[in-house]
C-alpha cells in the first residue's frame, strides 16, 4: 500500500535541516533502490525551486510500506524529527489513481 507523509517544518528550521539533509536523503535513496518512492521532495516557503534563506515549509513523501504502522514508523525515525526540523507531521493511506 501506498502512504503519504506529510510533514511541516519548525519555524526557521533550514539550518537544522541543511546539517541533516545527507542522513534523510539517504533513507529516501534505499527507498528508491527498493523500488517503493513514488516522490519526495520539500516544500519552498516562497514561489521558487530555490527558495534561498526563506527555506521551507515542510515535506511530502509518498511510498510504498506494508502497513500504517510500518509507515509510521519509518516516519518517525526521520533524521529531520530528531533534529527539531519537523514539528508536525502526519501519516495516510494514499490510493494513486494516476
Do not use: C
Amino acid at each position: 500500500m501506498l502512504y503519504v507523509i506529510y510533514a511541516e517544518d519548525t519555524a526557521d528550521s533550514l539550518e537544522k535541516r541543511n546539517s541533516v539533509r545527507p542522513a534523510h536523503l539517504a533513507r529516501l535513496q534505499l527507498l528508491q533502490d527498493e523500488g517503493r518512492l513514488i516522490a519526495a521532495g520539500p516544500m519552498p516557503t516562497v514561489d521558487s525551486n530555490d527558495p534561498g534563506p526563506a527555506g521551507f515549509t515542510g515535506s511530502v513523501i509518498i511510498a510504498e510500506f506494508s502497513s500504517l504502522e510500518t509507515a509510521q514508523s519509518w516516519a518517525n525515525d526521520d533524521p529531520y524529527i530528531a533534529a527539531g526540523v519537523y514539528e508536525k507531521v502526519a501519516v495516510k493511506p494514499f490510493k494513486r489513481v494516476f
